[in-house]
């Protein structure tokens, strides 16, 4: 695979670490380690520290199971924010997703993946279980489930929405319909389709732009 | 610019350190991040190791100035090599360039550039009194110049091709011509005129492929 003829053992290794990262292949791993080899020593030192730091230190928010520098994250311990609404999302990607659209002033739940059967992805290894328990406090009123509308995102959703049947709690989901911005020419059918099945009216659709 | 929300500085940081990096853009670096995050800590702590010590134990070797991890290169203290033919490259990404080839058995000399008034980079700057040196010394018979051919290139080489006029020793440069597998229709005319003017014995070329 590698016929490379490293005058560094340091280069090869380094190159070699960072043609293990997705999507990086040897001879970008190459660009990027010369690259770095330009640099001042602080800068290499800075970068490196930073991985080993962010890998070492950083930890699940006890509450919500975020990514957290701290046992309860930023977002449950900021009172500002209303505990009362929960978005419940597969991963941590998704909470930045959320929060870049400053739309949302609630809490979130990340479920740390979906139900999959093929992929053997059970719901007790989701925090699904932590979820409820949220919701058994008796604080939160409305649980917004923003999973993929994928096969397994609805079974997820399907499965949280039985178990939170007992409680008095609204259970919602995100709104699908056509992008902003986007032709109805290029919209798939089923997209288009629930758009017209879920339209709104039309004066409380001019706020949100 | 970056108007995400990290609910994590040690996460934010990663991501920062690692969209300095040239070609890879703020989405990447998260991408690239929260796959270190899933790594185990060791492999975490290799990875960034790996770059602190390059950057700090690395070095130029003091006779090709290639890089090394020793002193003198383990190009340059290969006896099995021969030392009485230079192979002069701009910088270290060309070294590996021609060491892939498995077709030279000299050692080389890294300039550490190529002569350029444009960029204000003067012979001085380049290592090209030590390339004379080299010589002097009197166990050099062929200094093959290895450098784009660019106005810089040409000019660097005429440099060096001067300075080394006092000294019995023979000066050559790479063969241009069509790329094997290339076809003569979509070749560039002073390419195809070279390979015209600099043509070979039908036999000799046999040899290699």
């Keep these: 695979m590698h016929t490379e ?5 340091l280069l090869e290794n380094a190159v070699n670490e960072f043609s293990k990262l997705p999507g990086i292949g040897r001879k970008t791993a190459l660009r990027l380690v010369l690259h770095m080899l330009r640099q001042d020593k602080e800068s290499a ?3 490196g520290e ?7 230190e950083v930890v699940r928010c006890r509450v919500c199971f975020n990514i957290s ?5 930023s977002i449950c311990s900021n009172n500002s924010r209303d505990g009362s609404v929960i978005c419940v999302v597969e991963n941590i990607r998704d909470v930045m997703s959320v929060e870049n659209t400053h739309q949302f002033n609630g809490k979130y739940h990340v479920l740390g993946g979906i139900i999959s059967p093929v992929d053997g992805i059970a719901p007790s290894q989701l925090e699904i279980d932590s979820l409820i328990r949220r919701v058994e406090e008796g604080t ?5 489930l923003a999973l993929p509308t994928t096969m397994e995102g609805d079974t997820t959703n399907f499965y949280i929405y039985r178990k939170l049947k007992p409680f008095q709690v609204a259970v919602t989901t995100l709104a699908r319909g056509i992008s902003v911005g986007d032709d109805l020419e290029y919209t798939d059918e089923i997209t288009l389709g629930r758009s017209i099945l ?4 039309f004066e409380s659709s001019l706020g949100t732009s």
């Design 50 to 56: 930073s991985i080993i730091r962010l890998r070492e």
């Design 198 to 201: 879920h339209r709104v009216d």
């Design 140 to 144: 939160v009123r409305e649980i917004i």
């Design 5 to 9: 003829n490293f005058s560094s053992r």
């Design 69 to 73: 520098d701290t046992e309860v994250c």
């Design 45 to 47: 030192r800075q970068f």
